[in-house]
């Protein structure tokens, strides 16, 4: 059974970093092909991509937070870190560690963690 | 990076067939077939419906079906139930970034 846990702070100061990190179980980012990211949903908004990290550690950003966003993993503990810089109010949102293996054009995400919200404000 | 246009509401009577739309250009839905659907209920993550157009992974009803034209994709939802309400969002690969691009939601109401 597959299973993702994001972890982190609720509330974030404006201007903070934030610091996310993703728990998984039941497969293992070192496996040929297998890759894990973050998805944000701003409340009553759309979904966003923010970042993917794969097994080989080829990294993804979304182009307009490239220069604030980090992605790295730890595959020996299971763990995907996520920091994001800088951070203002419209970082509000729910945010989703999720599993997506790797694709030559796509990114599909076939399991999703439970979410965690994260309120910037000071 | 632009999301793909999706209108905001569609809805529809039990047993009714619904379509949505899905709208992007030549650097997305235009010029691939790597389109994807996702179906979100309230306080909940989404699930996966639909990939690369039209196929649905195993355990997706059959009622839920895709299609492409060219810069716009399309889900239809036969057979409309109750249990359909939820939030819809596409996906595509994009030429743009290197992540894909989400569409700006649909929230399908049965009537």
């Known amino acids: 059974q597959i299973t993702l846990k994001e972890s982190g702070p609720t509330l974030v100061r404006p201007t903070q970093t934030l610091t996310l990190t993703c728990s998984f179980s039941?497969?293992?980012?070192?496996?040929?092909?297998?890759?894990v990211g973050w998805i944000r949903q701003p409340p009553g908004k759309a979904l966003e991509w923010l970042a993917l990290i794969y097994w080989d550690d080829d990294k993804r950003y979304r182009p307009s937070l490239r220069n604030r966003l980090i992605i790295t993993k730890d595959t020996s503990k299971n763990r995907v870190v996520l920091t994001m810089t800088n951070v203002d109010p419209v970082d509000t949102g729910t945010y989703y560690c999720?599993?997506?293996?790797?694709?030559?054009?796509?990114?599909?995400?076939?399991?999703w963690g439970q979410g965690t919200l994260v309120i910037v404000s000071s | 990076q632009s999301a793909l246009t999706q209108p905001a509401s569609v809805s529809g009577s039990p047993g009714q067939s619904i379509t949505l739309s899905c709208t992007g250009s030549n650097t997305d839905i235009g010029g691939y077939k790597y389109v994807s659907w996702y179906q979100q209920h309230p306080f909940s993550a989404p699930k996966l419906l639909i990939y690369?157009?039209?196929i649905r992974p195993s355990g997706v009803s059959s009622r839920f079906s895709g299609s492409k034209s060219g810069s716009t994709a399309s889900l239809t939802i036969s057979g409309l139930q109750a249990e359909d309400e939820a939030d819809y969002y596409c996906s595509s690969y994009t030429t743009t970034s290197t992540l894909e691009v989400f569409g700006t939601g649909t929230k399908v109401t049965v009537l």
């Open positions: 690369d157009v039209s």
């Open positions: 039941g497969f293992s980012l070192s496996t040929s092909s297998m890759g």
């Open positions: 999720v599993r997506s293996p790797w694709g030559a054009k796509q990114q599909l995400v076939l399991d």
